[in-house]
């Protein structure tokens, strides 16, 4: 994994941003995979209109594109997506690149909401949607005028360079951290301990466990836990694999346990999650 964060500072500050804000947060690598988010889960809304197959690929597509424009132009960008919605991408760049990308987004802005749900109902007409349980959850999105959808853009963009000049996310296959975690993830299906890790590494336990906690802020085996839901979310969201399998291919071949540990850190099940996924 190229991009590199700080699991428990990175999400302190993507749910300070939603609290503040009330908008989804999430993070992405430079190849455009969520790797951690704000809530979990989509909104009402947004999961009502992904439940019709033709709407969930317009999403993925509408989000593709953004992603790219960001990418060629290396610049932030605040877009409506084909729902009417303004969605807001800014990348984390460095000399080198950009490494990833913070995104947010799913706001209606002032208007009126009488005209915009007719424009909407039209757009849908055909569609596998519910309408009425839509129109129900419509007039609870949260509306913002143009000087606070800036205001929240900037806002954005000032917690991305933060993030980076920090070293909250980084990006450096030289460094320790790339390695470690690269060496987790490529033998994230074998039992993993400190042990292991220890020998691999050429440290002893008690150098080790500093090290990685002032790397991580957290234990090892809290972080090797992470990635392994991490990866998990990755081929959820991307296969079409039996959870089961999934489970044993992420090192946790029980599968209640896994079960069990996904839901913790992903505040829903490995089922939920597919379904609700954005990717």
Known sequence: MELIFNYQETENILVDFYNLTGFR???????????????NRLSTFCK??????????????SDCV??????????????????????????????????GYVMTGQI??????????????????????????????YPTKQRLSKKQVASAFNMLQLMTCY??????????????????????????????????LCREFNYQKTTFYKITNELYGLSIMKHVSQLRIQMAKHLLSNTDLPIAIIATKVGIGDYNYFSKVFKKEAKCTPREFRKNSIQ
């Not at 009502?48 to 969930?56: G, I, K, P, S, T």
């Not at 996310?169 to 292991?196: G, H, P």
Request: glycine share 4%.
């Open 48 to 61: 009502l209109v992904r439940a019709d197959e033709e709407l969930q690929n317009i999403c993925k597509q």
């Open 25 to 39: 947060i999430a993070l992405f690598d430079a190849e455009f995979q969520e790797i951690l988010a704000y809530p």
């Open 66 to 99: 953004a992603f790219y424009h960001s990418k060629q132009s290396g610049e932030s960008l605040c877009y409506k997506c084909h729902m009417g919605m303004t969605e807001m991408i800014v990348p984390i760049k460095t000399t080198h690149g950009i490494i």
């Open 163 to 196: 993030l980076y000049q920090n070293e909250k996310v980084v990006a450096n296959k030289n460094t320790f951290a790339y390695k470690l975690d690269r060496f987790i993830l490529d033998n994230v299906a074998e039992d993993i301990d400190v042990n292991m």
């Open 108 to 137: 209606y802005e002032s208007g009126s909401k009488s005209d915009e749900w007719a424009a909407i109902a039209e757009y849908l007409k055909g569609k596998t949607v519910d309408l009425q349980e839509l129109k129900r959850v």
